[in-house]
């Protein structure tokens, strides 16, 4: 019995074409021709309406989108597929899941599969027994040509010879070795981007420097003559991938990325190109060929650049160093729950532990002052360091004192480049004959431009001359000299920054472990030589701080207001000199705020004569003498008075005052002094 029948002729032929890869696009046509045949066949066989379905060139069948194949199944779904042609079955699919739905879609409607070796109807037991071998025998055997080809590569990769490519700054020799770049200024651009990195201690600083200073640094490129260098200004990625790479440390790495499958939308998808850690990389041999730097440097700078990924959420990370006034930032970690401490700018800069409240909702761990901490990590720091003061001025000295600056040095090599390139263009013109201008026309312009490069390189490098700093006299070297035998004064120094204090506690500390003990800060300093020195010292209490009122003023202030206005408070305490706690002098407003910061009531009329209390001049009057004479009564003792301060008003009791005129007692200690009443 035939499985051609009329009912699948009245239908549609489908004929699948798929090729893998592009690069079979290009060099098998044949492969490419023997499919589109099966057109043809198709009408030998009887099919009047032949579809051909090649959207999936250069597609793999191991489970990637591909519109034809879906397209395909929609019509075997309709009942528009009378069969199925493809040259093998690898061309249908490479796995199981897209080979069975073909199967189970034709088995349904009745469509059958038509291949070189014959034609299956999905029916029929023999044929789908049939139809799921070779699926099956087509999966296997992608298996096996992927694994012998891994494997492969992995035993080359094992003896460091696999090169897949080179980066750039080295060139390979022969087939199974790579060896410096012998263009010095490939080479003194990645040692220049290692140096700098050593001196900020950031990628992203090293990326914002190079772009600032105009440098560029070199790329591959891949062009119809093959690979060569090419010279663009950096973008984060090109820093970070040099800083990352081991290549340039003398090693040979492979495996240092994996590839991941998921399901999206029910296909498989392929992500490529995720980091792995270093434990995990396949192949590591070291010293394998010249690097810019030694191994023990680029896992300094692993370490820098995993502390300073604070973006990615861990908990060990330091951070970079930020702008802030604080210098302990990214160092402290909190005693009780060992999570990382932040840092909060209000009034005044305080560290807190706000791990807890931010993944529970709970309270906040610990917190304290900024200042009191800096100041006390500070001073053990300076201590430890001191015996390294001379060291490190001398090696200022040095690097202000250096040859040529390390942007200088960059314009140079790029003006030798270009001035070559400008007389390689000039040979060329000169070469050819003049009268053909269809070619002389041509190498006169890129002469021109090689001179428009040289002259624009010359201007920058004179631009950069006369911002050239002078050189440091010998009254200069001295003061240096004399700041680095006192590191404790340059570091309290003010032309040293925040931002300087702060590189040099990372460079010497790894990390502060800080406890907060009955009123003390308990800190365990971690050097980054594996010593630890313990630290205690007393926490602030409320309401002390650096811009805090000297106790004695508030004490003067909650007296004064029993006495008289806000705005008398404040004449008196500016003609006493009591400044406010920045230092500021005293207004009616800021008295009036104190006083309600503190909870001191404001002075009322009439509270004097509820005290029983009156003025120096209300007393003589009473007594029936001048102000000074009563002044003289009570510093000699006959008359009671108090006074909070000079400028105060005297306070004197009116009951005093009645006692002593009740008493008759003279008002002078010269008997024979009189008493005259003036009309």
């Known amino acids: 019995m035939s499985k051609i029948t009329a009912e699948r002729l009245a239908r549609s032929a489908y004929v699948y074409i798929r090729q893998s890869t592009a690069d079979q696009l290009v060099h098998n046509q044949e492969s490419q021709r023997r499919q589109y045949a099966l057109a043809d066949r198709a009408r030998q066989l009887g099919w009047a309406s032949v579809e051909v379905i090649d959207d999936d060139l250069g597609r793999s069948g191991g489970g990637v989108s591909r519109p034809g194949f879906e397209?395909?199944?929609?019509?075997?779904?309709?009942?528009r597929a009378g069969a199925v042609f493809a040259i093998e079955v690898s061309r249908l699919a490479r796995n199981g899941r897209d080979w069975h739905t073909l199967i189970e879609f034709c088995g349904l409607v009745g469509t059958i599969i038509v291949d070189e070796d014959g034609i299956y109807d999905p029916r029929h037991p023999n044929d789908r027994l049939l139809l799921g071998m070779k699926g099956t025998m087509s999966e296997l055997e992608l298996s096996l040509f992927r694994q012998r080809s891994q494997e492969a590569l992995k035993q080359k990769a094992r003896r460091g010879a696999l090169f897949l490519g080179v980066a750039a700054g080295y060139v390979k020799t022969g087939r199974d070795g790579i060896e410096k770049d012998p263009d010095q200024r490939v080479q003194n651009a990645l040692q220049l981007v290692f140096s700098k990195f050593a001196e900020f201690q950031s990628a992203r600083q090293v990326h914002v420097w190079l772009r600032d200073q105009g440098i560029e640094l070199p790329a591959k490129s891949h062009d119809v003559d093959g690979r060569r260098i090419v010279w663009k200004l950096p973008i984060y990625n090109t820093v970070h991938n040099i800083l990352t790479n081991p290549?340039?440390?003398?090693?040979?790495?492979?495996?240092?990325?994996?590839?991941?499958?998921?399901?999206?939308?029910?296909?498989?998808?392929?992500?490529?190109?995720?980091?792995?850690?270093?434990?995990?990389?396949?192949?590591?041999?070291?010293?394998?060929?010249?690097?810019?730097?030694?191994?023990?440097?680029?896992?300094?700078?692993?370490?820098v650049i995993s502390d300073n990924a604070t973006g990615k959420g861990s908990a060990l990370a330091r951070g970079v160093a930020r702008s802030g006034e604080l210098i302990l930032a990214g160092l402290l970690r909190c005693g009780h729950c060992g999570r990382k401490m932040y840092v909060g700018y209000g009034r005044s800069g305080r560290y807190y532990c706000q791990g807890a409240n931010v993944n529970h909702g709970t309270d906040r761990c610990i917190s304290f002052g900024g200042l009191r901490a800096d100041e006390a990590v500070g001073t053990e720091v300076v201590r430890v360091l001191k015996p390294l003061g001379i060291d490190a001025a001398v090696k200022a000295l040095e690097a202000q004192t250096s040859q040529m600056p390390a942007a200088r040095r960059q314009l140079d090599l790029a003006l030798?480049?270009?001035?070559?390139?400008?007389?390689?263009?000039?040979?060329?013109?000169?070469?050819?004959?003049?009268?053909?201008?269809?070619?002389?026309?041509?190498?006169?312009?890129?002469?021109?431009?090689?001179?428009?490069?040289?002259?624009?390189?010359?201007?920058?490098?004179?631009?950069?001359?006369?911002?050239?700093?002078?050189?440091l006299g010998e009254k200069e070297r001295q003061h240096l000299m004399q700041l680095g035998a006192d590191l404790e004064r340059a570091w309290s120094h003010p032309a040293a920054s925040a931002a300087t204090r702060k590189r040099i506690l990372r460079t010497a500390l790894k990390e502060i472990i800080a406890r907060v003990d009955d009123g003390f800060i308990v800190m365990v300093l971690h050097w980054q030589g594996g010593d630890h020195t313990p630290l205690k010292f007393k926490m602030n209490t409320a309401g002390q701080h650096r811009y805090a009122v000297a106790q004695d003023t508030l004490t003067l202030v909650r007296d004064l207001a029993r006495l008289m206005p806000d705005k008398q408070i404040a004449r008196l305490l500016n003609r006493?000199?009591?400044?406010?706690?920045?230092?500021?002098?005293?207004?009616?407003?800021?008295?009036?705020?104190?006083?309600?910061?503190?909870?001191?009531?404001?002075?009322?009329?009439?509270?004097?004569?509820?005290?029983?209390?009156?003025?120096?001049?209300?007393?003589?009057?009473?007594?029936?003498?001048?102000?000074?004479?009563?002044?003289?009564?009570?510093?000699?003792?006959?008359?009671?008075?108090?006074?909070?301060c000079r400028g105060a008003p005297w306070v004197i009791k009116a009951d005093d005052v009645a006692a002593f005129t009740a008493e008759g007692r003279p008002l002078s200690a010269n008997s024979t002094q009189q008493s005259f009443d003036f009309q």
């Open 71 to 79: 397209r395909m199944l929609a019509a075997i779904c309709d009942g």
């Open 247 to 303: 290549v340039y440390a003398g090693a040979y790495a492979f495996g240092r990325t994996t590839s991941k499958v998921i399901v999206e939308d029910g296909r498989k998808r392929v992500r490529r190109g995720l980091r792995r850690p270093l434990a995990k990389w396949d192949v590591l041999l070291k010293d394998q060929h010249e690097g810019y730097i030694t191994w023990e440097e680029f896992e300094r700078n692993q370490r």
């Open 416 to 471: 030798t480049q270009a001035r070559y390139e400008a007389a390689h263009a000039r040979r060329q013109y000169d070469s050819v004959d003049p009268a053909n201008r269809l070619v002389a026309g041509e190498l006169e312009r890129r002469w021109n431009e090689a001179l428009v490069a040289v002259h624009g390189l010359e201007r920058e490098i004179a631009e950069l001359e006369a911002k050239k700093p002078l050189p």
């Open 576 to 644: 006493v000199g009591k400044p406010t706690g920045r230092g500021n002098g005293w207004t009616e407003v800021r008295v009036r705020s104190f006083r309600d910061y503190h909870q001191i009531a404001v002075y009322r009329p009439g509270e004097w004569a509820e005290r029983g209390e009156i003025t120096l001049q209300a007393a003589a009057q009473i007594i029936g003498v001048i102000p000074m004479t009563a002044l003289r009564m009570i510093k000699r003792g006959d008359l009671k008075g108090d006074q909070l």
